[in-house]
């Protein structure tokens, strides 16, 4: 069966430390996977995009890392901020094609930074 | 490039109505996805549109259903409403590659 596990499930840290989400997957065949953040009461926002060759890719505070091979990846918030208070989603895609069907959601990871 | 937009933001209907959500994709996409969200289940796919055709639909019963306008904008309807039916409804576009997808800012369905 297709899942996406994330965890934790939830967790608070304190403004300026680093914190990892992590994803593992039973997902095949895998295309690629994406780690979203989506503030409260919005749609999610895409941070990264990794194919199956790619083991890591950074945006700005962001780093996501990705092994094919034990199908993890984690997602690294590096001195974080207030606004990185969210719940952070990973998406895998199934690789059948550009069908927006094809996506397996885990149910994220909702992070608390606090003052 | 203005952003894929959902109207309304928020509704509230009761248990048997029946309910219209409204989304128009960023210029140019021409794909039309649908996903349910709720504390409980997190994202959940419904259905996808290309080019006015549905090309996916997920594990949801026929109460739900969706169309898409030849200007790619889309509709969601949802018949009987069921309080389980309350979530966030969100609405993504993608152009016709790899999917790239851009969600809406949601619907807040609310049901009593």
């Known amino acids: 069966k297709n899942q996406v596990e994330q965890s934790p499930q939830s967790l608070i840290i304190l403004e300026g430390k680093n914190c990892t989400l992590q994803c593992n997957y039973t997902v095949s065949p895998f295309s690629n996977l994406r780690w979203y953040k989506q503030d409260t009461g919005r749609g999610p926002v895409s941070l990264t995009i990794m194919t199956f060759s790619e083991n890591t890719k950074s945006n700005g505070r962001y780093t996501a890392t990705l092994d094919a091979d034990t199908k993890q990846s984690s997602l690294h918030i590096t001195a974080s901020q207030l606004s990185d208070s969210a719940s952070y989603i990973c998406v895998v895609s199934l690789n059948y094609g550009g069908s927006q069907g094809n996506l397996i959601f885990g149910k994220g990871t909702k992070l608390s930074v606090k003052p | 490039k203005a952003g894929v937009t959902q109207t309304p933001r928020y509704l509230i209907k009761t248990r048997g109505q029946q309910v219209t959500l409204s989304c128009s994709p960023i210029?140019?996409?021409?794909?039309v996805s649908w996903y349910q969200q709720t504390p409980g289940q997190g994202l959940q796919f419904l259905f996808e549109y290309f080019s006015e055709t549905q090309r996916n639909k997920g594990n949801f019963p026929g109460r739900f259903s969706g169309r898409q306008f030849s200007n790619s904008r889309s509709e969601m309807n949802v018949s009987t409403l069921e309080l389980g039916d309350s979530a966030l409804y969100l609405c993504?576009?993608?152009?016709?590659?790899?999917?790239?997808?851009?969600f809406g800012p949601g619907t807040r369905l609310t049901v009593l």
């Open positions: 210029s140019g996409h021409r794909s």
């Open positions: 993504a576009s993608s152009s016709a590659g790899p999917p790239l997808e851009y």
